[in-house]
Structure formats: C-alpha cells, structure tokens
C-alpha cells in the first residue's frame, strides 16, 4: 500500500520567536514548489503561534507541537493540555526518547497522551527506540513491539489510522551515528507488527518513520526502503539547506 512519506523537522530546544521565523522562512524559500512529500516542522511552543501566522495559507507545510500533558487543562502547571493546541497544530510529538530519558515518560504516559491527542482531534506521532545496550543485546524488535503495543493498545481502527510512527533508536539521538538502513528496515517490520495484532489491517495505513541522526547525506539511503515512510528529522532541521535537501531526497512513495 502506497504511503505518502513524511518529512517532520524537530527543532528541539533551539531558536527563540525570531530565530524561528526567520528558520521558517528560509525552509520555505528553499522548498519546491510542489514537494514530494508532507512537510512538518514542530517549534518550541513559544514560535507555534507566530509561526502558524507566518505560514498561514502555505499548503506545504504543517506544524506540529513537540509535547502535551494527558490531563483536561486543570492544575498542572508549566504544561499545555492537548485542548490548547488545536488551534495552533495539527500534529504532536509524543514519547520522543529524550523526553523517556530525561524525563522518566513510561509507555503508560505515552499512551495516556496518545488517548488525550486523538480525543482532541491532533494526529500522535508516536515515537519508539531502544539503547544502545538493548540493541547490542539484540532486543530492539523486542523492545518497539512493547512500546508500540503500549502506545496502541486499546485504540480503534479509525484512531490507529490517525497516528504516525517514529523509530528512533536512542542511541543515534544526537549523537551523529545513524541506524543502519538495514537496522531501520528490521525495526519498522517488528513495528508493523504490532500494529497488525493491535489494530488489524488499518496497520497498513500507518506511516512509520526513521529518525536518529537523519541528514541530507543519508537520508536518501533510508527512503530507498519501502518499509520506510519519511524521517524525523533533529539537527538537520535546523539548517535549512540540510532541511530542503531531505524533503527533494523524499521523492514520491512507492
């Protein structure tokens, strides 16, 4: 079945409102006209706003926030509820490796914001990955599948059609060593997987990217598989050349 890829820049904890429009525009200036691909940038939430406004009626690109908190807005402070970013995104980051590490997210967690995203009409995607110690322990298929399954667990066919994942061994977060093409591949069948034993047939309409150290020097070796469906995309996505480069490599799915 024939995916149109994805291409999702995750900007991180980088640029303030000025650096961030000034990084959307030149994204877009460097963009085709007609591009190969969806084309997702997810800002710090401070730029989504002002962002949103730059690119208002630029049908190439679409925003999406980097986190949420499960919870109905409420007590909780310094978080942003689901419900308050409908009017700003269409997407959200959900379970990225740094936010497991750094901040103890389990794939409970991870599963209460995909649950609270859906029910507020925003598209997860849904990050997975294994360490470096597990995938040297030969259990990466192992280890995706239990967060994946976790993440999905529960949802109809219809939700699970809604979310897109993001393979991103953890090991390659920043660290400039990117997965194998081959490693990718193996990861994203073990994930398909789950998806058909979670959800059934509509697994076959989830898109399933790579992410982990993905730049314009590689990125064309990872869409060269069919089993992968676009790149989420760190670093690279702060300069826009590198950016630009990734999308023209993304080509039409096959």
């Known amino acids: 079945m024939a995916r149109r890829r994805l291409v999702a820049g995750n900007w991180k904890m980088h640029t303030g409102v ?9 994204i877009r200036a460097g963009l085709p006209a007609q591009p190969p691909c969806d084309i997702l940038l997810l800002p710090p939430f401070i730029s989504l706003w002002a962002v949103g406004r730059r690119l208002a009626g630029d049908a190439r690109l679409q925003l999406g926030a980097q986190n949420m908190h499960w919870a109905q807005p409420g007590p909780h402070t310094g978080e942003i509820a689901a419900a308050m970013l409908t009017d700003l995104c269409t997407h959200v980051l959900l379970g990225h490796s740094e936010r497991r590490q750094e901040f103890g997210e389990t794939d409970a967690v991870v599963h209460r914001k995909v649950e609270s ?9 849904v990050a997975v990955g294994e360490t470096l110690a597990e995938h040297e322990a030969g259990r990466a298929g ?12 529960g949802l109809s066919e219809d939700e699970a059609a809604r979310c897109t994942v993001a393979y991103e061994p953890r090991w390659a977060i920043g660290t400039g060593r990117a997965a194998s093409v081959e490693d990718a591949v193996a990861a994203g069948a073990a994930i398909r997987g789950e998806l058909r034993e979670q959800v059934g047939p509509v697994a076959e309409t989830v898109r399933i990217l790579y992410g982990g150290s993905v730049d314009e020097t590689n990125a064309a070796a990872f869409f060269a598989a069919p089993a992968i469906d676009g790149a989420l995309v760190g670093g690279a996505s702060l300069r826009p050349d590198a950016f630009c480069a990734i999308v023209r490599a993304a080509g039409p799915a096959g």
């Open 18 to 26: 000025a650096e961030a429009l000034a990084l959307a525009d030149a």
């Open 142 to 153: 192992q280890v995706v599948r239990a967060q994946i399954g976790a993440a999905v667990g």
């Open 117 to 125: 995203a859906l029910t507020c009409g925003l598209l997860p995607i």
